[in-house]
């Protein structure tokens, strides 16, 4: 009597403790289920200038004087994001990447070049988040007659897409026509459903067009609403294909681009510009307004430390501080890096 007095004491006492185990595991992972999703615009990366840049071996102008390590270094090693590659073309040629006649030394010669190599490390980290690869054309410009100019327009950007498609795997990119989904256009699908989720965009990247004016008039007449292009372009306000923008001044237009930020854009800015002095007086209030303000990637000439200059940008990959939800956190950016 005395044993069955205990255990059923002991059960009774059992009960209420497994309960409370059990409300404890159910309401954590409510607690996991709640979490807001994390898209790709609720973080902060860093990026390059003129990322394939490495500078003259003789005498030079401060403008020119740095140098970046290959992409793939960069990436791996310095956590950045976001590059930019100079596209210089000539009919029947590659397209050859460098700054100019004047600034030709690059760590990766052509446009196939740059992008076969940071394939080569994206498809090695599977799940690094979205890189952003701003493209900007240049031969171009250097055109005298309306007619010419818009011929070499057309052949450069349909030569950009062929080579990104051939490059760049479909399965791998970020298309405008992903984002804009079932919306009659980019600007109202990122203001309204906002930009993929962060997690389903792990090994991707997304390619920009860097260009204003002819070009990107040229661009748009081609690909109407971006319908079918590989490129998103360098947006301008107010119009129905906006959705990444690039402004580098984020000290005298810091209110602008946190708006554009709140709104669901993504902008590019720039910590420095070699040629300004910044890095060599040590000048971070550039850096850390952009920073600050909310871009989403910040561009340097000094992503790691070099030699002889106390500046560099040491930007980890982050939630951004104006976008991203209250609940983001380093370690749910980095749950699969």
Not at 40 to 47: A, S, T
Not at 224 to 249: D, R
């Amino acid at each position: 009597m005395k044993v069955s007095i205990w255990f059923f004491t002991f059960m009774m006492l059992s009960a209420p403790l497994t309960g409370c185990i059990g409300n404890n595991s159910e309401q954590s992972n409510e607690r996991d289920d709640e979490l807001t999703p994390l898209r790709i615009n609720h973080i902060q990366v860093k990026g390059t200038h003129n990322s394939y840049h490495e500078k003259p071996s003789g005498p030079t102008i401060r403008a020119y004087d740095y140098s970046h390590e290959p992409l793939d270094v960069q990436a791996g090693d310095f956590d950045v994001r976001q590059f930019e590659l100079d596209v210089w073309w000539s009919p029947g040629q590659n397209l050859r990447v460098y700054h100019n006649q004047y600034d030709r030394d690059t760590t990766c010669s052509t446009l196939r070049e740059c992008l076969d190599t940071l394939l080569t490390w994206s498809e090695s980290n599977p799940n690094h988040v979205p890189l952003m690869i701003w493209i900007e054309p240049k031969e171009w410009t250097y055109t005298t007659t309306d007619s010419i100019v818009v011929m070499q327009t057309q052949s450069m950007l349909e030569d950009l897409e062929a080579q990104i498609k051939l490059a760049w795997p479909a399965e791998k990119t970020i298309t405008p026509d992903q984002v804009r989904g079932e919306h009659p256009d980019i600007s109202t699908a990122i203001t309204t459903d906002g930009w993929p989720l962060l997690d389903e965009s792990r090994g991707k990247a997304m390619f920009i067009l860097l260009g204003g004016g002819d070009l990107r008039a040229e661009y748009h007449s081609n690909y109407p609403n971006l319908e079918g292009a590989t490129m998103f372009t360098m947006s301008v306000k107010n119009t129905p294909e906006s959705a990444i923008f690039s402004n580098t001044n984020p000290i005298g237009d810091g209110e602008e681009i946190t708006e554009l930020v709140k709104a669901g854009y993504i902008v590019r800015s720039r910590a420095d510009n070699a040629e300004d002095g910044e890095a060599d007086n040590n000048e971070t209030e550039r850096r850390d307004a952009a920073i600050s303000v909310g871009a989403h990637s910040i561009s340097t000439d000094y992503p790691t430390q070099v030699s002889g200059i106390e500046y560099w940008v040491d930007l980890p990959i982050k939630c951004n501080p104006i976008s991203a939800p209250h609940d983001c956190s380093d370690t749910r950016i980095f749950n699969l890096e």
